[in-house]
């Protein structure tokens, strides 16, 4: 009778099972700062492409009422009397009661709006329009065409009226400006304001001086931020 023998199979030992595990361990560590990297950027650049797009809303929006929303816009139409207060929210919600667009999308921000929330695109009433969540850019109240180009009319992810949060765009911010530039401003580390060159912030008092009125409306320029 012939006899065989079974090869046996060799598994991992303790030590070399607890090697792979630490391996395993580093390279995710080495992965993870440069995935989020890449995701704040993303949501940068996503904040960018929507601000371009509300820009579009801006002109036509202007052309129609001769500055852009605001409380006496909206006291000129019915359709807009609602959408006025204290956050971008109602302000930006003109577009969309006035018929200009039925997205809520192309207002969103990452990051840029104390509630979480993403847009549902209901708009069906006014409460249900922009709500707290789906808007993520501050908007600057009070401004049209023709006012200084380089003035800020959208800006994302805001901290309060001149400071920016630093972290979700990777140390910048988002800003649609009147001549319809989008740009990334470097954010300082000191104090969170934009860095626009030449030694200014994006909300330096010399910057706003010249800042004309909306015709017949001796209103200044103001920051509103979402909800």
């Known amino acids: ?17 607890l090697v792979v595990i630490a391996i395993i361990a580093a390279l995710a560590a080495m992965a993870t700062p440069v995935i989020m990297k890449q995701q704040k950027k993303a949501a940068a650049t996503t904040a960018v492409s ?8 801006m002109v036509e929006f202007d052309q ?33 009661a006035g ?11 990452k990051a840029g709006s104390p509630t979480a929330g993403n847009p549902d695109n209901n ?28 003035l ?16 979700p765009y990777d140390g910048k911010c988002v800003v649609l400006r009147i001549d319809g530039a989008v740009k990334q401003y470097r954010l300082k580390k000191t104090d969170a ?14 910057i706003w001086t010249n800042a004309q009125t909306v015709t017949g409306d001796a209103k200044a320029p103001t920051v509103v931020l979402p909800k």
């Not at 079974?6 to 303790?14: C, E, R, V």
């Open 123 to 150: 708009v069906e009433s006014q409460a249900e329009t922009l709500k707290a969540g789906e808007c993520g850019f501050a908007y600057v109240v009070n401004l049209s065409t023709s006012n200084n180009t380089g």
């Open 64 to 96: 129609d009422f001769g500055a852009f929303p605001n409380e006496a816009t909206a006291a000129s139409d019915d359709d807009l009397t609602a959408y006025t207060g204290s956050n971008s929210n109602d302000f930006l919600g003109q577009f969309i």
């Open 152 to 167: 800020p009319l959208l800006c994302a992810p805001m901290a309060d009226e001149t400071t920016f949060k630093p972290d």
């Open 50 to 57: 929507n601000a371009k797009q509300v820009f579009l809303l």
């Open 99 to 109: 018929g200009y667009t039925s997205s809520e999308e192309i207002f969103y921000a």
């Open 193 to 206: 304001t934009a860095n626009v060159g030449g030694g200014k912030t994006l909300f330096d008092t010399d």
């Open 1 to 17: 009778m012939k006899l065989t023998t079974k090869k046996m199979i060799k598994g991992f030992t303790l030590v070399e099972l």
